[in-house]
């Protein structure tokens, strides 16, 4: 039996390309499997090989335990008196071992070591594919068509190794065929018991970047740099690219001569039309390169929602907007930023109708003339909070204003704020509680009224807060806080 069992290690490890410890490993587990019939309760027991003669040693094996914890497991645990007899060094928490017999194995033992040393052999085939694959997660891969099922499409990447694309990780439309040799973006590379362990995709916006990393040898030298893509998988897709060598044009390199490069991608996607964008660090103008080939008029930047608003000419709106919102849903996801497409026209009315408000702002809150309410404007202040905090030097640069002017505006602004605090507080202060408010379990009319006086005037505004909220505001118990925020949003569970 030695001399077959190490006949076996060394031919599966040569046939599997499986290391001879694990084959061991695996003999030692049937082994041990087949053993363990012996016994009619739930015994551990363990065999270990000789990895150099092939003689192998079968033991019960008993975890030292506690008395207590003994008598809920008696066939794995043994008391330490006990233990003792058989080693008189064991000691709690430790493990001690009683020699078995070696049982001789019939054809149905044999059996049972044969599917565990098949079982333990995949497992380690699968171990050694997630070991070579994982460092090469996020990269390109290419495979054959091996078999296709419910959508789905099974690649052959050599060596024996599968890899799953599912029906949504396919191009629209998309025909493979059996044998027919495809490229993808490995996307996860996961250890599973059971099924495929590479997931390829070909929507992935990494793959067009990993394509232009193929086909344009400036990408891997470091001289171009690609800084984002955005796909409509199968359709249209926008990838920004950016030089790092002053005499290189990233735009015309990707493109390529006669547009060879970007056309061999294009063929790789199913004809999927790609525009390639100049990154530019000013966002502006990377929102406007991104438009293309739509021709930005003007642009209004939002930085507190960040977005903004692009105005086109009106015989370029739809083409700016693309088919199904196409063109500006590609822009938006390739920069970051919201896109809003307006006309021009509708872009000035817009504007038109700001400056009126600005202008009516301006003279009914800080008493000014229009002419000086139109040099605010004209300077871009928006708001009475900026004529009130802007750095009164940068007002000073304004030509028509002089430092008694500036002084007497921005003191004019702070006083239009703090009138503003003032009376905001007096109608919070005025403000009477809610019925629900009122009328909810656990509520006084003291403590109603105090929350009203904070601007929390219902049940709605209450179910808001936090515990600390609460107790902060009025100072009662943590407790009594939390069961009065749990009654007031009580209605949003109601429906459950």
Excluded at 77 to 94: C, F, H, S, W, Y
Excluded at 98 to 112: H, M, S, V
Excluded at 119 to 137: L, N, P, T
Excluded at 205 to 210: D, G, M, R, S, V
Aim: include cysteine.
């Amino acid at each position: 039996m030695s001399k077959e069992i190490l006949q076996v290690a060394d031919a599966v490890s040569n046939e599997k390309g499986v290391s001879r410890e694990v084959i061991f490993q695996a003999i030692e587990a049937a082994l041990a499997s087949a053993a363990k019939k012996r016994f009619t309760e739930d015994a551990d027991v363990q065999v270990v090989i000789d990895r150099r003669t092939g003689e192998y040693t079968t033991y019960r094996c008993w975890q030292v335990a506690e008395p207590q914890t003994a008598a809920e497991s008696p066939e794995k645990a043994m008391i330490i008196e006990q233990a003792r007899k058989l080693d008189p060094e064991a000691e709690v928490g430790g493990i001690v071992r009683q020699l078995l017999p070696n049982p001789a194995f019939g054809r149905i033992a044999a059996q049972t070591a044969k599917q565990v040393i098949v079982q333990k052999v995949r497992e380690a085939e699968r171990a050694q594919i997630v070991d070579a694959y994982i460092a090469h997660k996020g990269e390109l891969v290419s495979g054959v068509v091996k078999r296709l099922e419910r959508g789905n499409v099974h690649l052959d990447l050599g060596g024996g190794v599968e890899a799953l694309m599912t029906r949504e990780d396919l191009l629209p439309r998309e025909m493979l065929r059996v044998g027919e040799r495809v490229r993808g973006y490995l996307q996860d590379v996961r250890s599973e018991p059971r099924g495929p362990q590479l997931f390829v995709s070909r929507i992935a916006p990494e793959l067009l970047i990993e394509l232009f990393k193929v086909e344009v040898p400036e990408i891997g030298q470091g001289l171009i740099e690609i800084k984002g893509a955005a796909r409509d998988p199968g359709q249209r897709a926008k990838i920004a690219v950016k030089s790092n060598d002053m005499r290189i044009d990233p735009v015309g390199a990707c493109v390529g001569m006669r547009g060879s490069r970007v056309q061999s991608v294009s063929n790789e996607l199913g004809g999927e039309r790609v525009d390639i964008v100049l990154w530019n660090d000013n966002s502006a103008q990377y929102v406007i390169n991104a438009m293309s080939p739509a021709e930005v008029v003007s642009i209004v930047i939002d930085e507190d929602s960040h977005s903004m608003e692009v105005a086109v000419a009106e015989e370029k709106l739809s083409q700016a907007i693309g088919r199904g919102g196409q063109n500006v849903r590609l822009a938006s996801e390739l920069t970051g930023w919201e896109i809003n497409v307006i006309t021009e026209a509708q872009a000035q009315q817009k504007s038109v109708h700001e400056s009126e408000a600005l202008l009516q702002l301006f003279c009914d809150w800080l008493g000014v003339d229009e002419d000086i309410a139109h040099i605010l404007v004209r300077e871009g202040f928006a708001s009475i909070e900026e004529v009130a905090y802007v750095p009164s030097q940068e007002m000073l640069e304004i030509a028509e204003f002089d430092a008694e002017i500036v002084e007497a505006l921005r003191e004019r602004a702070r006083d239009v704020l703090l009138t503003r605090a003032i009376a905001q507080e007096e109608e919070i202060g005025d403000a009477e509680p809610a019925a629900d408010l009122l009328a909810m379990v656990g509520m006084d009319e003291d403590l109603a009224y105090r929350l009203a006086g904070q601007g929390v005037v219902n049940m709605e505004a209450l179910a808001e807060l936090s515990v600390d909220d609460l107790t902060d505001m009025t100072g009662i118990e943590a407790q009594r806080a939390a069961d009065l925020i749990m009654t007031a949003r009580a209605p949003w569970f109601a429906g459950e």
